[in-house]
Each structure stands twice: as structure tokens, then as C-alpha cells.
């Protein structure tokens, strides 16, 4: 669940379109916490992390200043260096937003493709919908 606030929204009090991807980042990156397979670790241990590859946001209905929302994050698709996921926004039973993302496993030094650790491709695909 997020609060948007004032920083959050343009001079009429709806969310700024942009905010979505900032609200998306931060629901991906609690949702990878929640499977055991945090950014950090990935870095830490892996020396590889994820990059945005392609993003659409499809919005549906606008969030406004105080509103709480959800972000729900879901595997899509899982291959050797990518992912993809959907995220929809919700406040209450209302669908705001969804946003189709595509993520790429590379080496933070050069930015070069790299394959997954396997253990992080597995529990992603193990949350596959």
C-alpha cells in the first residue's frame, strides 16, 4: 500500500504520469523482496542486476492526492537474461493503471546482457500467473 502525496500529483491533485513508473519500482522491488530474491542480493552475490527494457502503461483512471493504493506485481514471463511483469494499481476495487514491464539481467560495469542466476529464474518462474 502507498499514500499519494502532494509531491505526487500535478496543480490538479492527480497523480503526475511519470509517478506511476517511481510507484512500480518500488512495488518490483517489494515484490522480489517478499520471494526471497532482493536487488541487493542479486548485486552483492551475483554481480548482475535488472534494468528496465521496456515499459507500457496503460492508464485507466486517475489516482488523486491522498489516496492509498495497491500495486500488484505479477511474473508474466520468465527466460534466461529477462522478465516480464504486470503491475496493476488499485485503489479500493478500482483499477487505475497497468504497466506491461520488461526487465534485463545485465552487468552493472558494462550494461552487457547476462543470464540470470538460477536460482532467482526458478523462483520467478515458480510465481509465474
Avoid: K
Avoid at 90 to 106: N, P, T
Amino acid at each position: 500500500m502507498l499514500r499519494v502525496y502532494y509531491q505526487d500529483t500535478d496543480a490538479g491533485g492527480i497523480v503526475y504520469h511519470a509517478n506511476y513508473l517511481a510507484f512500480a519500482e518500488r512495488a518490483r522491488t517489494e515484490a522480489l523482496r517478499a520471494m526471497e530474491i532482493p536487488h541487493t542480493d542479486m548485486l552483492a552475490r551475483h554481480g548482475v542486476m535488472f534494468v528496465v527494457r521496456r515499459a507500457v502503461l496503460d492508464y485507466q483512471r486517475p489516482a488523486r492526492l491522498d489516496d492509498e493504493l495497491v500495486v500488484e506485481t505479477r511474473i508474466r514471463q520468465v527466460g534466461g537474461a529477462t522478465a516480464t511483469l504486470r503491475q496493476n494499481f488499485w485503489r479500493d476495487s478500482d483499477s487505475l493503471a497497468v504497466l506491461e514491464v520488461s526487465l534485463g539481467c545485465v552487468r552493472p560495469g558494462t550494461g552487457r546482457a547476462a543470464r540470470m542466476p538460477e536460482a532467482w529464474r526458478s523462483r520467478m518462474a515458480a510465481d509465474i500467473l
